[in-house]
Each structure stands twice: as C-alpha cells, then as structure tokens.
C-alpha cells in the first residue's frame, strides 16, 4: 500500500532541531527545489497496492536517498548515514524536522530498486540528471564522474552485478 504524504515546501520550518537556520544556498537545497518531486511521486505510487497492505515509505525519502547514493557514489548503508548526519540531505529527502532516529533502514532501498525496477531507476536518473543540467552551478563530483562513460549509473551498476553472477 501506498499512501503519498505531498511535501511541505517548508522543508524544517525557520529552525530545525538545534535552532540553526538552514543555508538556503546549499546545493541539496537548491537541487530539491529542482527536482520533480511530484512526477516520481505518481510514477512511485503505481508500483503499491491501494488501499491495502502496510504504508511504504514516502517516495520523497526513497528517491533522495536513491539519488543521494548515485551522486556520492556510496553503499546503501552511507547513504543512510549522510542522510543522518545532515539537516540538508533530510531536508532533500523530504523530512521537516531534524531526524535523530533512524528513519529507515538501508535493506530498503535494496528492496525498492528491486520492486521499482530498471524503468523508475532510468526515469530518476534522468530527471536527476536533468535537474543537475538546469543549473549549472549544481556540483556534484559522481554526476560529473558518470555523465562521462555514456552509460547510465543503474545500469553501469546491473551489468557489474551481471558480471558477478555469469562467471
């Protein structure tokens, strides 16, 4: 089942957790206000039953942190991590207030690319690469890195897991 929680453009509010103000020219948060939250939210809905079943996690939280491992270049389990140590990356991810418990655990991400498919990784790559495109002073070291093999990064990632298993 899945139920979408539409995201709050107030991201943390004027304070977050500690009473700091978020920079609001930090690139995760320029970047989120970039991305099409929306559009990944329908095309993430349709892979969950409606109606029934126990809620999956917001697609706002799954897709950050899908596209926070493809632009680190990190394990499930860094991303994660990233994700807990900054107020920007929950902020990108979706998340209002500062999270100090864990939110999710990185054998879920392994299982949404699995439930997701190659066709809504290919769409959030490219929406990602996209929105990276539209503003040019977006840095981010993995996407300058795998914009130059001519190959996409799920799929760079599906033929090395191909290789694993073929020999």
Not at 120 to 142: G, I, N, Q, S, Y
Not at 149 to 160: D, H, I, S, V, Y
Request: proline residues 4%; contains cysteine.
């Amino acid at each position: 089942m899945y139920r979408s929680e539409r995201f709050n453009p107030t991201l943390f509010g004027k304070l977050f957790h500690l009473g700091g103000k978020l920079a609001q020219d930090n690139r995760w948060l320029k970047l989120a206000e970039a991305m099409p939250w929306e559009k990944l939210d329908a095309e993430y809905g349709k892979y969950f039953a409606a109606g029934y079943g126990r809620p999956a996690k917001d697609s706002r939280l799954v897709c950050g942190l899908l596209a926070v491992k493809h632009l680190k270049s990190v394990s499930d389990e860094d991303a994660v991590a990233e994700f807990m140590e900054s107020p920007y990356i929950q902020a990108f991810c979706g998340l209002e207030y500062f999270a100090l418990e864990d939110v999710i655990n990185p054998g879920l991400l392994s299982e949404r690319r699995k439930r997701l498919g190659p066709e809504f990784l290919a769409l959030l790559e490219a929406e990602l690469t996209a929105a990276l495109k539209a503003d040019k002073e977006l840095k981010f070291l993995r996407a300058a890195r795998g914009a130059g093999r001519g190959e996409g990064f799920w799929a760079g990632l599906l033929e090395k897991a191909r290789g694993l298993f073929s020999k």
